[in-house]
């Protein structure tokens, strides 16, 4: 991200009006699949075999090294080569948030396994920078050398220094928003790796305390964080967000009591925001606390919690402009927050809008603003408006994520993509060379950004594509978390939410199967059916034990290759799969499955089916 300050006013903020659907029909299943296809752009350190970026290579390989300490790994947050531990971490979150909502509409698109992918390479970097219960390294690198300098990561000569927080130079806002990520990613993994999920649980638990035991904002400690990600909002926002994930990951009490004990002091309960983003929660916090009244949760907190959802639904009324105050607005209809990279807050309000479009849709509620009842489906519309607006309906005709449509950004403000790739030129591009060379060249980039979300327009949806342009040209990697989530309900249609039902339950539970184990077919849609029955029955030491037999079928008229299946609720051993990392593909015998042909496997356990998705697979 390029040097930036923003100023953030804690009054009462304004936001934006809602537009109907638009009518030009996207391809929403396309745009999630580039969504995520961006962050593998975006990867720090040793590129794992299946990199589909194949442009990018290894880069970042010493990080850590000069503090004793291995930071290999993580995202890049925008167009430049500093890893910011504040935006990553809420990048996780939001990854993790849409994946918990909407995983399995992900799943029916085949993305799933990616998103998960996705979640992971960031959290397998955040249990490296947190060594210690009380230590957390949330920065490598540094904004004024690293924006010195125009190269690609694989070549960086740039400052790599770590700079980590401690109970003597505290950051409650980074432990706050890290333990937040660790805590939703655990649900993200509870079925398919649930070792994994309590590895993160755990940090997050750790997190959580060293955050709100040892208070302070981070960017007084990692002072060359703040011209950057300065904590404009303090850390009392991220420590009611980091008790909300905590909360639903554990369903522990405690997280809860904390929620409703400290609501009216801390501001969840008091800040009216039409801001959300990686610096400002509140209307996160508030979104999820109105999610546990909803279902029920409140208890003796109910009057507090109450509270709390009064302030998101003035976040929501606002949105479509039904409120007591609205929002500015461009002419074509997007929200509009400030010049620099304005995207990001259209992604994260449309996520809150379409989230909670489901969650009053559950509850068979509908929003009360102050200038009359909104029905879900306006939230979901406005959510809709803004997705469209993004992907090309808008005065300008353009699509501001990039390799989707016909006319999007090609100069963007990004060093790798705008530099040759190593992999097709290594020769060596120099601090200052590269913005000679590559910076200053008035062409399109060598290297596709498939997926980035750019900063966009400005008030008056004027658009200027080129690279020195970084208020507009540059992507983030939280632009695009938010929307992993909305275009897996978009894509997926308009039926069949029930958002206030549990996620996954802490504990397996073994419920008496019935006579006829009910088929799991994958959407008619699916070039893939999956169909599972029970073959076989016994009882061991007063246990009922079953054997279920699943039949994979390739639907299509072309060969099925790279097969992977999720498989959770899982309590048994399992034959004629493959497993690779969280998930499962063909046997070692078999490469492919052809046109019409079928696979079968099987598995035991002491429960009902277990559940089948197919993650990822190619036609060839």
Request: charged letters at 15%; glycine letters at 8%; aromatic letters at 12%.
């Amino acid at each position: 991200m390029e040097k930036f300050v923003r100023v953030v006013s804690m009054a009462p903020l304004l936001l934006l009006l809602c537009f109907p659907f638009a009518s030009a029909g996207h391809d929403y299943g396309q745009a999630l699949s580039n969504s995520i296809l961006f962050f593998e752009a975006q990867r720090s350190g040793y590129l794992p075999p299946n990199q589909r970026v194949t442009w990018r290579s290894n880069s970042g390989l010493y990080d850590g090294k000069a503090n004793g300490v291995d930071l290999v790994g993580g995202y890049y947050d925008a167009g430049d080569n500093v890893k910011f531990g504040l935006p990553m971490a809420f990048t996780v979150t939001m990854m993790s948030w849409s994946i918990i909502e909407y995983g399995s509409q992900m799943a029916a698109s085949g993305e799933l396994g990616h998103a998960m992918d996705a979640v992971k390479w960031g959290t397998d970097y955040f249990i490296k920078a947190h060594p210690e219960p009380n230590v957390l390294y949330g920065e490598v690198g540094d904004g004024n050398t690293d924006h010195y300098c125009w190269q690609r990561p694989e070549d960086m000569t740039t400052n790599r220094q770590a700079y980590k927080i401690s109970p003597s130079n505290p950051g409650s806002d980074l432990a706050g928003e890290t333990a937040a990520a660790m805590a939703a990613a655990s649900i993200v993994f509870r079925r398919s790796n649930p070792a994994y999920s309590r590895e993160l649980l755990s940090h997050a638990y750790q997190l959580f305390d060293f955050a709100d035991k040892y208070r302070g904002k981070y960017d007084s400690s990692i002072t060359v964080a703040q011209k950057y990600y300065q904590s404009v909002s303090g850390y009392n926002d991220e420590l009611l967000w980091a008790a909300a994930w905590l909360f639903q990951a554990s369903n522990n009490q405690y997280y809860l009591d904390y929620l409703g004990n400290n609501g009216d002091s801390m501001g969840g309960t008091g800040w009216s925001m039409t801001e959300f983003g990686w610096d400002v929660k509140y209307p996160g916090v508030q979104t999820l606390v109105a999610k546990f009244l909803m279902q029920g949760k409140a208890g003796s907190h109910t009057a507090v919690f109450q509270k709390y959802q009064q302030k998101a639904e003035y976040f929501m009324c606002s949105c479509v402009g039904k409120g007591s105050q609205n929002a500015q607005k461009t002419p074509g209809g997007l929200i509009y927050r400030q010049r620099w990279n304005n995207m990001q807050f259209v992604t994260s309000a449309s996520f809150l809008a379409t989230v909670y479009s489901d969650y009053l849709t559950s509850s068979r509620s509908t929003l009360q603003c102050a200038s009359g009842n909104v029905a879900p489906n306006e939230l979901l519309s406005f959510a809709q408006s803004q997705v469209d607006y993004i992907l090309g309906d808008n005065p300008r005709a353009t699509s501001y994520m990039v390799g989707y449509g016909n006319n999007y950004p090609q100069q963007v403000h990004h060093r790798a993509s705008s530099i040759v790739s190593y992999k097709k030129d290594s020769s060596f591009v120099s601090c200052r060379g590269g913005y000679a060379t590559w910076f200053s060249r008035k062409a399109s980039d060598p290297n596709l950004l498939t997926g980035a979300i750019v900063g966009g327009p400005d008030a008056y949806d004027n658009f200027a594509d080129q690279r020195d342009n970084y208020e507009q040209t540059e992507p983030a990697t939280y632009n695009n978390a938010p929307l992993l989530g909305i275009l897996a309900r978009l894509n997926a249609g308009h039926g069949g939410y029930n958002q206030l039902l549990p996620v996954v339950t802490t504990q397996p539970k073994v419920a008496p199967l019935p006579k006829v184990a009910p088929a799991s077919p994958a959407p008619s849609s699916s070039p893939i059916a999956i169909s599972q029955r029970k073959t076989s029955s016994w009882i061991s030491k007063g246990v009922t034990y079953y054997r279920y037999s699943a039949i994979v079928t390739n639907k299509s008229a072309k060969e099925l290759t790279n097969l992977k299946l999720s498989v959770s609720k899982l309590y048994g051993p399992i034959w004629g799969l493959t497993k690779a990392g969280n998930s499962y593909g063909f046997p070692s015998w078999i490469n492919s499955l052809p046109a019409g042909k079928s696979m079968e496997f099987v598995y035991i356990h002491s429960a009902s089916p277990a559940n089948v998705l197919v993650s990822s697979y190619s036609l060839a």
